[in-house]
């Protein structure tokens, strides 16, 4: 029995002594590892994120104008014609005497419509060939007869397919006229859908 206890405290004390030489021997390892880690320098600092810079923003695109409303073409060929803008026309006015004899008097006068670009040859082409009237010269004509400031008569004119008119007044007293004895007769074309308004005058001496 006493070997025994003799023999586990030996045994014991074997492992023991045995631990505390692994423990030595491990230290003894460790501390020149150690040191070596004291004495490596400090790690150098991290170099700092740099910033990200800002997306530049997109410009804005400038506003379109508004696109106007396209108008409705018309089916009527004569409503398309009330929205065009007429043409400039000219009048002429004319008479074979620029004086007159004695009381009573009978002044003739005749005038033409004048359309631009010979659209009334036009016209009479479209008649003669096709029987179309496209009423160039349609529209009507007033011709006033003045005296001394004051509108003696007032007649209106029919204009023909060639564009010329006729008119003529009666002058059968004296007091019908001015102390000048003048007679002025204006004609004026109100125009149409295809030509603008138009006048002309002309005097006579009468007496």
Known sequence: MRGMLHSRRT????????????????LALLAPAAADVAAQPPPPPKPPVPEVPEVPTVPLLPSLPPV???PEVP???????DRVTPLASRLMLSTPKRRAGGLPATLKFSGWVMPPMRLNRVDGFFERTFGIDLGVCRGPVTVAYKSGGRVI??????????????????????????????????????GNSMLGPAQHSIAVRVG
């Open 11 to 26: 045994d014991t004390h074997f492992h023991f002594s045995l631990a505390a030489a692994f423990v030595l021997a491990a």
């Open 68 to 70: 106007p409303e396209v």
């Open 75 to 81: 089916k009527d060929p004569g409503e398309l014609a």
């Open 153 to 190: 008569e007032r007649q209106h004119a029919r204009v023909n397919r060639m564009c010329a008119f006729d008119s003529s007044i009666t002058i059968r007293s004296p007091q019908a006229l001015g102390p000048r004895r003048r007679l002025r007769a204006t004609a004026r074309f109100e």
